[in-house]
Protein backbone atom coordinates (compact mmCIF):
# COMPACT_ATOMS: atom_id res chain seq x y z
CA UNK A 1 0.00 0.00 0.00
CA UNK A 2 1.73 3.07 -1.17
CA UNK A 3 2.01 5.81 1.44
CA UNK A 4 1.19 9.74 1.61
CA UNK A 5 3.52 11.24 -0.95
CA UNK A 6 4.51 14.60 -0.93
CA UNK A 7 5.74 17.18 -3.53
CA UNK A 8 8.29 18.28 -4.10
CA UNK A 9 10.43 17.54 -1.47
CA UNK A 10 13.05 20.19 -1.14
CA UNK A 11 12.15 23.95 -2.88
CA UNK A 12 13.81 27.11 -2.67
CA UNK A 13 11.61 30.01 -3.08
CA UNK A 14 12.79 34.42 -2.54
CA UNK A 15 10.82 36.64 -0.27
CA UNK A 16 7.31 37.55 -1.91
CA UNK A 17 7.19 34.67 -4.58
CA UNK A 18 4.63 32.05 -4.08
CA UNK A 19 4.88 28.11 -3.75
CA UNK A 20 1.92 25.51 -4.15
CA UNK A 21 2.79 22.09 -2.63
CA UNK A 22 1.07 18.97 -3.74
CA UNK A 23 -0.04 15.90 -1.11
CA UNK A 24 -1.36 12.37 -2.81
CA UNK A 25 -3.00 10.52 0.34
CA UNK A 26 -3.41 6.80 0.78
CA UNK A 27 -5.55 5.34 -1.58
CA UNK A 28 -8.80 5.15 0.57
CA UNK A 29 -8.49 8.15 2.66
CA UNK A 30 -10.62 11.00 2.40
CA UNK A 31 -8.99 13.34 4.74
CA UNK A 32 -5.67 15.35 4.39
CA UNK A 33 -4.31 17.86 6.86
CA UNK A 34 -1.53 20.02 6.81
CA UNK A 35 1.05 20.93 9.28
CA UNK A 36 4.17 23.24 9.85
CA UNK A 37 7.07 21.93 11.34
CA UNK A 38 9.91 24.46 12.38
CA UNK A 39 12.63 23.93 14.95
CA UNK A 40 11.06 26.91 17.38
CA UNK A 41 7.68 26.23 16.78
CA UNK A 42 7.60 22.55 16.54
CA UNK A 43 4.25 21.02 14.50
CA UNK A 44 1.43 23.17 13.93
CA UNK A 45 -1.77 22.55 12.38
CA UNK A 46 -2.64 24.47 9.22
CA UNK A 47 -5.77 23.11 7.96
CA UNK A 48 -7.83 19.71 7.37
CA UNK A 49 -9.88 18.62 3.88
CA UNK A 50 -12.68 16.23 3.62
CA UNK A 51 -14.16 15.56 0.59
CA UNK A 52 -13.37 18.55 -1.12
CA UNK A 53 -14.41 20.65 1.74
CA UNK A 54 -12.32 22.68 4.13
CA UNK A 55 -13.51 21.22 7.77
CA UNK A 56 -10.60 22.93 10.11
CA UNK A 57 -8.08 25.57 10.15
CA UNK A 58 -5.43 26.35 12.22
CA UNK A 59 -4.23 30.14 13.36
CA UNK A 60 -2.26 31.14 10.18
CA UNK A 61 -2.52 34.38 8.11
CA UNK A 62 -4.58 34.25 4.97
CA UNK A 63 -1.42 33.91 2.95
CA UNK A 64 -1.55 30.23 3.09
CA UNK A 65 -4.66 28.15 2.01
CA UNK A 66 -5.48 25.16 0.09
CA UNK A 67 -7.81 22.89 -1.41
CA UNK A 68 -8.59 19.41 -2.19
CA UNK A 69 -9.59 17.69 -5.35
CA UNK A 70 -11.96 14.97 -6.12
CA UNK A 71 -9.77 12.37 -5.67
CA UNK A 72 -8.91 13.31 -2.28
CA UNK A 73 -5.38 14.82 -3.56
CA UNK A 74 -4.69 18.47 -1.78
CA UNK A 75 -2.73 21.16 -2.70
CA UNK A 76 -1.68 24.44 0.04
CA UNK A 77 -0.30 27.78 -1.42
CA UNK A 78 1.51 30.35 0.37
CA UNK A 79 1.65 33.43 -1.22
CA UNK A 80 4.12 36.52 -0.30
CA UNK A 81 6.50 34.20 1.01
CA UNK A 82 8.36 35.48 3.99
CA UNK A 83 11.56 34.90 5.73
CA UNK A 84 9.65 32.93 8.72
CA UNK A 85 7.82 30.47 5.90
CA UNK A 86 10.98 28.48 5.70
CA UNK A 87 9.85 25.02 7.42
CA UNK A 88 9.37 21.46 6.58
CA UNK A 89 5.47 20.81 5.35
CA UNK A 90 4.21 17.96 6.15
CA UNK A 91 1.22 16.66 4.74
CA UNK A 92 -1.00 13.76 6.74
CA UNK A 93 -3.84 11.32 5.36
CA UNK A 94 -6.58 9.52 7.53
CA UNK A 95 -10.05 7.99 7.22
CA UNK A 96 -11.63 10.61 8.71
CA UNK A 97 -15.24 9.86 8.43
CA UNK A 98 -15.55 11.18 11.91
CA UNK A 99 -17.24 7.83 12.39
CA UNK A 100 -16.94 5.73 15.44
CA UNK A 101 -15.02 3.24 12.67
CA UNK A 102 -12.46 6.32 12.42
CA UNK A 103 -9.34 4.85 14.21
CA UNK A 104 -7.87 8.42 14.13
CA UNK A 105 -4.78 7.37 12.90
CA UNK A 106 -2.96 9.99 10.44
CA UNK A 107 -0.36 9.01 8.45
CA UNK A 108 2.20 11.77 7.17
CA UNK A 109 3.86 12.21 4.45
CA UNK A 110 8.17 13.59 4.24
CA UNK A 111 7.32 16.47 3.85
CA UNK A 112 8.24 19.68 1.72
CA UNK A 113 11.13 21.64 2.81
CA UNK A 114 10.17 24.66 1.76
CA UNK A 115 13.87 27.54 2.01
CA UNK A 116 12.77 31.03 1.74
CA UNK A 117 15.63 33.16 1.27
CA UNK B 1 -0.90 29.49 24.13
CA UNK B 2 1.02 26.15 24.27
CA UNK B 3 -1.82 23.52 25.25
CA UNK B 4 0.39 20.57 25.65
CA UNK B 5 3.44 20.83 27.05
CA UNK B 6 6.76 18.15 26.95
CA UNK B 7 9.53 17.35 28.98
CA UNK B 8 12.21 16.73 28.72
CA UNK B 9 13.34 18.50 25.38
CA UNK B 10 16.35 16.11 25.22
CA UNK B 11 16.86 12.47 26.67
CA UNK B 12 19.81 10.42 27.20
CA UNK B 13 19.51 6.68 28.09
CA UNK B 14 21.53 3.29 28.19
CA UNK B 15 20.49 0.39 26.40
CA UNK B 16 18.07 -1.83 28.17
CA UNK B 17 16.78 1.33 30.73
CA UNK B 18 13.67 2.84 30.60
CA UNK B 19 12.66 6.29 28.63
CA UNK B 20 10.19 8.03 29.90
CA UNK B 21 8.69 11.37 28.36
CA UNK B 22 5.86 13.92 29.92
CA UNK B 23 3.14 15.54 28.74
CA UNK B 24 0.86 18.15 30.41
CA UNK B 25 -2.53 19.26 28.86
CA UNK B 26 -4.76 22.11 29.40
CA UNK B 27 -7.48 21.52 27.44
CA UNK B 28 -10.39 19.83 29.15
CA UNK B 29 -12.00 18.67 25.88
CA UNK B 30 -8.98 17.03 24.85
CA UNK B 31 -10.28 12.88 24.47
CA UNK B 32 -7.59 11.61 22.02
CA UNK B 33 -3.62 11.14 22.78
CA UNK B 34 -1.42 9.96 20.28
CA UNK B 35 2.46 9.66 20.33
CA UNK B 36 4.49 10.08 17.41
CA UNK B 37 8.14 9.06 16.72
CA UNK B 38 10.30 10.48 13.90
CA UNK B 39 13.42 10.07 11.93
CA UNK B 40 15.68 12.59 10.21
CA UNK B 41 14.13 13.47 7.09
CA UNK B 42 11.07 11.56 7.72
CA UNK B 43 7.15 12.49 9.12
CA UNK B 44 5.86 11.60 12.03
CA UNK B 45 4.64 8.20 12.59
CA UNK B 46 2.20 6.92 15.32
CA UNK B 47 3.43 4.70 17.87
CA UNK B 48 0.51 4.53 19.97
CA UNK B 49 -2.41 6.32 21.37
CA UNK B 50 -5.03 5.91 24.32
CA UNK B 51 -8.26 7.25 25.02
CA UNK B 52 -9.02 9.17 28.56
CA UNK B 53 -11.51 5.98 29.21
CA UNK B 54 -8.36 3.90 30.36
CA UNK B 55 -5.35 5.00 32.79
CA UNK B 56 -2.64 2.94 30.84
CA UNK B 57 -2.24 1.17 27.44
CA UNK B 58 0.53 -1.30 26.34
CA UNK B 59 1.80 -1.93 23.03
CA UNK B 60 4.71 -4.15 23.21
CA UNK B 61 7.59 -2.06 24.91
CA UNK B 62 5.80 1.29 24.76
CA UNK B 63 3.51 2.19 26.86
CA UNK B 64 1.07 4.97 27.62
CA UNK B 65 0.20 6.14 30.91
CA UNK B 66 -2.62 8.35 31.42
CA UNK B 67 -3.71 10.40 34.33
CA UNK B 68 -7.13 12.29 33.91
CA UNK B 69 -7.26 14.62 37.01
CA UNK B 70 -3.62 15.80 36.60
CA UNK B 71 -4.33 15.84 32.85
CA UNK B 72 -1.07 14.23 31.89
CA UNK B 73 0.23 11.71 29.70
CA UNK B 74 3.51 10.15 29.79
CA UNK B 75 5.01 7.62 27.27
CA UNK B 76 7.66 4.69 28.85
CA UNK B 77 9.65 2.69 26.83
CA UNK B 78 11.13 -0.66 28.40
CA UNK B 79 14.19 -2.00 27.20
CA UNK B 80 15.90 0.72 25.19
CA UNK B 81 17.82 0.03 22.24
CA UNK B 82 19.65 2.13 19.42
CA UNK B 83 17.10 1.84 17.16
CA UNK B 84 15.05 4.15 19.16
CA UNK B 85 16.81 7.13 18.61
CA UNK B 86 14.29 9.80 17.61
CA UNK B 87 12.29 12.43 18.16
CA UNK B 88 8.77 11.92 20.06
CA UNK B 89 6.43 13.63 19.81
CA UNK B 90 3.06 13.89 22.31
CA UNK B 91 -0.16 15.20 20.78
CA UNK B 92 -3.65 15.76 21.97
CA UNK B 93 -7.21 16.55 20.02
CA UNK B 94 -10.74 16.50 20.65
CA UNK B 95 -11.13 13.59 18.00
CA UNK B 96 -9.34 10.67 16.76
CA UNK B 97 -8.36 12.22 13.54
CA UNK B 98 -7.56 15.92 15.04
CA UNK B 99 -10.35 18.31 16.41
CA UNK B 100 -11.21 22.08 15.75
CA UNK B 101 -7.88 22.78 16.13
CA UNK B 102 -6.22 19.59 14.20
CA UNK B 103 -4.31 17.47 16.28
CA UNK B 104 -1.63 20.00 18.87
CA UNK B 105 1.62 18.44 19.20
CA UNK B 106 4.36 19.36 22.09
CA UNK B 107 7.36 20.49 20.88
CA UNK B 108 9.31 17.30 21.06
CA UNK B 109 11.82 15.24 22.63
CA UNK B 110 15.15 14.16 21.20
CA UNK B 111 15.90 10.82 22.74
CA UNK B 112 19.48 9.29 22.26
CA UNK B 113 19.93 5.76 23.18
CA UNK B 114 24.05 4.98 24.48
CA UNK B 115 25.12 1.57 23.23
Known amino acids: KAGVTQTPRYLIKTRGQQVTLSCSPISGHRSVSWYQQTPGQGLQFLFE???????NKGNFPGRFSGRQFSNSRSEMNVSTLELGDSALYLC????????????????FGEGSRLTVL | QQQVKQSPQSLIVQKGGISIINCAYE??????FPWYQQFPGKGPALLIAIRPDVSEKKEGRFTISFNKSAKQFSLHIMDSQPGDSATYFCAASGRPGGGADGLTFGKGTHLIIQP
Open chain 1, 92 to 107: ASGRGSGLLSNTGELF
Open chain 2, 27 to 32: NTAFDY
Open chain 1, 49 to 55: YFSETQR
